[in-house]
């Protein structure tokens, strides 16, 4: 064998040996286990899978690392999107260097086997592939935010916009991570927590943790149209907004101080509340199509499900295992299934959604 292609196999072996030395095994993204929300019985949600480090073989590992590409593994998730066969992912960020050259610089050479993990402590932007279990950085995205995103939404042509909380402001970018356009207003946006588009008005609507409301941009100018809510304990009233999402005809909004979700139409006025005796830290929403509300209580590591306003299920704890949580960031409904982002244990925990009145799959 010619002494430049065994130098070249060594060096392939040796990568390959340092990275599983430091527990980036190459297995498949998704984790499966046998183990179903255990010792909890749930008539809402099934556990199907987990997703925490990038599913590749050994000799696509050495090709990406020769050709300087990515490897990858989720560190501390804290907000996800999904449409069709897509996910983005924020992640705060541990990446793989390679002879401290780090990853984002997309024509690396890889002169030696060396391999360390470096700590970025700011956003990271994963794009990840539903079908194939393949995870890319978007570069140029990542690196426009100021410290954490909050939150994602992804828009019908695949374009998402994000929640740059130190940044105060709200980020669009192209399905490549390009920047399109910049959502912001001192007066009114301090710490966007929360961010969802109304596509029909064509309005982008971001909630504010610090100033307790709502403000609608027009989503083509990029300024702000009107705003919902005040800070205060009344009706459409809030104190520490911690989650936003749209529902049919209008939206629902957690706060950690008030102790509830409040439940607006699309004007802003106050529809009903729910989750004031049960809720300590409610931390994310999500509403499946039977109209089952999935609010997440930091305070106790569960998911409580509600039906018209009423806690109908207590689900996980706290721990490690499947079912099991420590500290959701936030979660999405996609194609029938509940996406938890599991913060502290580095993972993204799937669950199938049980239809309503289904027994057989409850059992």
């Known amino acids: 064998m010619p002494q430049r292609s065994q130098k070249k196999r060594r060096l392939a072996l040796q990568v390959i040996a340092a990275v599983c030395a430091l527990g980036l095994s190459a297995c498949a993204t998704k984790s499966q286990h046998a183990d179903v929300l255990p010792d909890i019985k749930s ?115 695949l374009s998402f ?53 709502i403000v609608a941009f027009d989503k083509d100018k990029a300024v702000p149209k009107y705003g919902m809510g005040s800070r205060g304990n009344g009706p459409g009233k809030f104190r520490i907004i911690t989650d936003m999402i749209a529902i ?32 300590m830290f409610p931390t994310a929403i999500a509403m499946d199509k039977y109209g089952r509300v999935y609010v997440s209580d930091k305070s106790d590591s569960m998911i409580k499900v509600y039906k018209a306003g009423k806690l109908i299920e207590r689900i996980g704890r706290n721990g490690y295992g499947p079912g099991e949580f420590r500290y959701v960031r936030d979660m999405k409904i ?5 996406y938890v982002v599991d913060n502290l244990n580095s993972r993204i925990q799937v669950f199938d959604i049980v239809p309503e009145g289904d027994v057989a799959l409850a059992q």
Do not use: C, W
């Open 43 to 157: 008539k809402t949600l099934r556990y199907a899978s987990t997703i925490d480090n990038v599913g590749i073989g050994a000799n696509d590992f050495i090709k990406r690392v020769l050709a300087g590409n990515e490897t990858l593994h989720l560190k501390s998730p804290v907000a996800i999107d999904l449409r069709d066969d897509v996910m983005i992912i924020a992640d705060r960020g541990e990446m793989v260097e390679f002879a401290g050259t780090h990853l984002r610089d997309k024509n690396v050479a890889v002169a030696s086997a060396e391999v360390q993990l470096r700590d970025y402590n700011r956003g990271i932007i994963f794009k990840y592939d539903l079908k194939t279990g393949r995870m890319n950085i978007l570069h140029g995205a990542g690196d426009l935010i100021n410290d954490e995103i909050s939150d994602i939404y992804i828009a019908k042509d």
């Open 161 to 213: 916009y994000v929640t740059d909380v130190e940044g105060r402001r709200a980020l669009h970018f192209s399905p490549d991570g390009d920047l399109l356009k910049i959502y912001q207003h001192p007066p009114n946006i301090f710490r966007p927590i929360a961010i969802t588009v109304d596509e029909e008005r064509n309005e982008v609507l971001i909630a504010d943790e610090t100033y307790s409301h």
């Open 248 to 279: 049919p005809d209008g939206y629902l909004v957690s706060d950690r101080i008030e102790l509830r979700v409040q439940v607006l139409d699309k004007e802003g006025n106050h529809v009903a509340d729910f989750g004031r005796s049960e809720l």
């Open 334 to 338: 996609h194609k029938d299934q509940l």
